[in-house]
């Protein structure tokens, strides 16, 4: 026959030890949840950079991360404390009995015994015993009859948990709170640093060569350098030519690894090029990139139209000359990773004009007039060979000159992205910022100085796109130098008209030039 | 009938106490149709050792009923019929000169409060002066005349009626002495089957007969050992804080008053009715064959134990607002708090 005394003793210790689980349970969500939100930031950065086209600044997200995981150690420790306190409480003999009683539907036979039966209480209440109190011993005992108090007083984590998964909410509610007053639509620098950062870990997850791995940390070094404002552009332009070298030699190496293809694709080029692939024009330009053919029967998938000089480009520009369509280039076995890499290049391209471009309106006191070269130069028109570079068609070929509203003749070519990457993230500067090129439908393009040809009718023009000299390739053996000559904005934008306003446009038919081409509008 | 309750166990004494109340009630209940609960109330405050104040109309058999449990228990019964031109004197006794051996001496000749049972018919007929002699019979339960007290045996309760109709020329009881009874219990008419078998009772042949429980030469202690049994039972704290915090729910301004009691009452109970309260429970609980006290047994008695005890103000009486409903607002929002 069990003590009852020791029975309501038991069933404290138990009752206190689930009251301070309960306790620590309703801290424990939300304190996870600040703590694992705290860590993931960065990955819920990077998401809400992909989805929504917003992004929390580094060194904001750093102190809101650092603030959740201290919200959420706190909460932590607060729930150890509540829990402890919560166990003293708990721990209460007459209360254990009460419950006791309430759970086996006592009549307070249980309370009343313990009331009188508390080791802990003073003699005064003991002597408030009556002669009936062996009756209510005997009860008490035949009451806790086949009691387990284990069973009896089981934990619960329903309710708590409930509870606690309110203030979980209200931690996440805090945090996305926190992050849209600290969230901020990208900067073209953010935007290109971002592209970079991706296409470096796209490197470094496809491949395990340790010159792919040096390749990615040079993308690295050159996303934070584009993103650091603190840094002087010429440091942030080495960076990415530093990781422009990189890739060329990436690419060097990989193009000698396929030897066997890459000498029937030189072949080619032999045939169809006409040379122009030696022109310099920076792959910076919109039209450098995977130019669809002329025909649109299959699209270059990428080899023959980098911006920067290489075989590829006069495989490209002899295919299209002639009119025959892709046929060759099918052929050309381009892997994913000449892929990258012209991505790459289009972006590091795209990157160092921003660098210039930013540059050139935000001079800061290291690039005050007299003292930049590149400002001084980068004014002067390049040489018009330039403009023929790269993989785009020989615009003084008569058959080159595309055709309003025909498919065939989309010569001008897309973006360098991809084109399903070309929506607008929500950034305010227009469709015509980097990397958002659109799809050329119903293009035209101006003519050359001396060119004969119809007459170029922009009046409706949703955009215009211009193509930059690439860097000048130095041999076969894609070196990238920088081009130190080719034209660089110089002046502050305006809006240039690029054709008389028209009384019957609609206002929000009027597209803004970039600023940094509005100085090549002649 | 009954053995010597202080040799038996406890429980045999517990079942003893069941039994007689048992008993006593199916004995009442020979004479008197219905009103259980008013001879449960009638009893209750016998073996608590307070008394009761009956409300109803005339006719209802109050005076049976008392006479009755009298017979039953085996005590003394007295009737005192409460009217205007009462005296004191009528009530408790007097001095009265006798002559014997020669010797004249002034000799006191006890009133009809020298009884067992009391039943004080229409008590608010009689005058304060006369009413609050009863008081110190009530309470010391001990008479002082011409500056000689004499004792009233125990047991002693005093059953007071009061008419609700008829009120002109009536002295409504005060406040100190409505405190003074531990229960209030209304009497209502006779239910149609009820009445019926009242008929049935009182108009024909047959005349019911009552058993005594108890020779009258030792049913006074056999009362006096089952009251000492009610206090015997035990009431662990978190009820005797639940009581207080009826108490002071009841008492306009008190911890944990209601909204309605700080609108409706200009006084709550005394501690007189949270010992009430207890003494009742404690009686509700052995008849439940429970040595200790549960909440139950506490709401149990609150009505009655209280609702004479409150005083309504002018708003209350205006809303037609009683001390019944007040208290039942009162245990729903008190009701069984826990530890």
């Known amino acids: ?522 | 009938m009954g053995a010597a309750p202080q040799q038996a166990s406890p429980d045999q004494r517990v079942a003893e106490f069941r039994k007689i109340f048992s008993r006593a009630e199916s004995e009442v209940a020979r004479v008197i149709v219905g009103h259980r609960e008013v001879v449960r109330k009638m009893l209750t405050a016998l073996f608590c050792g307070g008394h009761i104040l009956i409300e109803g109309v005339p006719g209802l058999g109050k005076t049976l009923m008392v006479k009755a449990a009298a017979e039953t228990l085996g005590l003394t019964f007295k009737r005192i019929q409460f009217t205007p031109d009462l005296m004191p004197s009528d009530i408790i006794g007097t001095q009265v000169l006798t002559e014997a051996d020669g010797h004249r001496d002034f000799q006191f000749k006890p009133g009809p409060i020298f009884a067992h049972m009391v039943l004080g018919d229409e008590i608010n007929r009689a005058t304060p002066k006369t009413q609050s002699a009863v008081l110190e019979a009530m309470e010391e339960h001990q008479v002082t005349v011409f500056g000689t007290t004499y004792v009233l045996d125990p047991p002693y309760i005093v059953l007071a009626t009061e008419n609700p109709i008829e009120l002109e020329g009536t002295y409504p009881l005060p406040e100190a002495q409505m405190d003074r009874f531990i229960f209030k219990v209304v009497m209502g008419s006779p239910k149609p089957d009820e009445l019926r078998e009242i008929l049935n009772r009182t108009t024909g042949t047959a005349q019911a007969r009552i058993q005594p429980l108890f020779e009258a030469s030792r049913a006074p202690r056999a009362i006096e050992d089952l009251k000492a049994l009610v206090r015997e039972v035990m009431v662990a704290e978190p009820l005797e804080r639940y009581i207080i915090s009826v108490i002071g729910g009841c008492t306009p301004g008190g911890p944990g008053a209601i909204p309605e009691v700080s609108q409706y009452l200009r006084f709550g109970p005394s501690p007189r009715g949270a010992q009430a309260l207890i003494l009742c429970a404690k009686v509700n609980a052995l008849l439940a064959g429970r040595v200790s006290v549960s909440y139950d047994d506490i709401e149990d008695a609150i009505v009655p134990c209280l609702r004479h005890r409150l005083l309504l103000n002018f708003q209350a009486e205006a809303e037609s607002v009683s001390s019944e409903s007040i208290l039942e607002q009162v245990v729903k929002r008190l009701r069984k708090p826990r530890t």
């Open chain 1, 1 to 522: 026959m069990d003590n009852p005394v020791e029975t309501i003793g038991i069933a404290s210790a138990r009752i206190a030890r689930l009251a301070a689980i309960r306790a620590m349970l309703c801290a424990v969500a939300p304190a996870l949840t600040a703590i694992a939100l705290g860590a993931l930031l960065t990955q819920i950065g990077d998401v809400t950079w992909t989805r929504l086209g917003y992004r929390l600044a580094p060194e904001r997200g750093t102190v809101l991360s650092l603030a959740l995981i201290g919200a959420g150690i706190v909460v932590l420790a607060a729930g150890l404390v509540m829990a402890f306190r919560s166990y003293r409480r708990a721990n209460d003999f007459v209360a254990a009995a009460a419950e006791l009683d309430e759970r086996l539907d006592c009549d307070q036979e249980i309370v009343t015994f313990a009331t009188l039966a508390d080791p802990s209480a003073p003699e005064s209440i003991r002597a408030r015993r009556t002669p009936l109190f062996p009756i209510l011993w005997r009860r008490a005992i035949a009451l806790f009859g086949g009691l387990d108090v284990r069973r009896e007083f089981r934990l619960e984590v329903g309710e708590p948990l409930k509870r606690s998964s309110i203030f979980a909410g209200v931690v996440a509610l805090a945090m996305v709170l926190a992050t849209l007053g600290l969230v901020r639509a990208p900067t073209p620098e953010n935007t290109e640093a971002a592209k970079l950062r991706a296409i470096a870990e796209e490197i470094a997850r496809t491949s395990a060569s340790s010159d792919d791995s040096a390749l990615a940390d040079k993308i690295r070094q050159a996303a934070d350098a584009i993103e650091n404002s603190k840094l002087p552009p010429e440091e942030k332009k080495k960076r990415i030519e530093e990781a422009m070298r990189e890739a060329d030699k990436a690419a060097q190496k990989r193009n000698n690894s396929q030897s066997g293809k890459n000498q029937g694709t030189g072949k080619s080029n032999a045939q169809n090029g006409n040379g122009k692939s030696q022109g310099q024009g920076n792959s910076a330009g919109a039209g450098s990139g995977e130019g669809k053919s002329g025909t649109g029967a299959g699209q270059n998938p990428g080899g023959g139209s980098s911006g920067s000089g290489k075989s590829a480009t006069g495989k490209n520009s002899g295919k299209n000359e002639g009119g025959k369509g892709s046929a060759k280039n099918d052929k050309n076995d381009q892997n994913k990773g000449d892929q990258s890499n012209l991505e790459l290049h289009d972006e590091l391209a795209k990157a160092e004009a921003q660098v210039e471009t930013a540059n050139a309106k935000n001079p800061g006191p290291d690039n005050q007039p007299g003292e930049d070269k590149n400002q001084g130069g980068a004014s002067q028109p390049a040489d018009k060979t330039n403009q023929k570079g790269g993989s785009q068609p020989d615009p003084n070929r008569p058959g080159n000159i595309p055709k309003p509203g025909a498919n065939g003749d989309r010569n001008i070519p897309a973006a360098g992205g991809k084109p399903k990457n070309n929506k607008d993230m929500g950034s305010n500067l227009g469709d015509t910022h980097l990397g958002e090129m659109p799809t050329s439908t119903n293009a035209q393009r101006f003519l050359k100085p001396g060119e004969k040809g119809a007459t170029v009718d922009i009046r409706d023009a949703r955009y215009v796109m211009f193509r930059l000299p690439g860097a000048p390739s130095s041999g076969s053996g894609g070196k990238t130098v920088l081009d130190t000559d080719r034209p660089t904005a110089t002046t502050g934008y305006v809006n240039a008209p690029l054709a008389p306003t028209s009384d019957d446009a609609a206002p929000d038919e009027r597209q803004l030039v970039p600023p940094r081409y509005r100085d090549m509008i002649h």
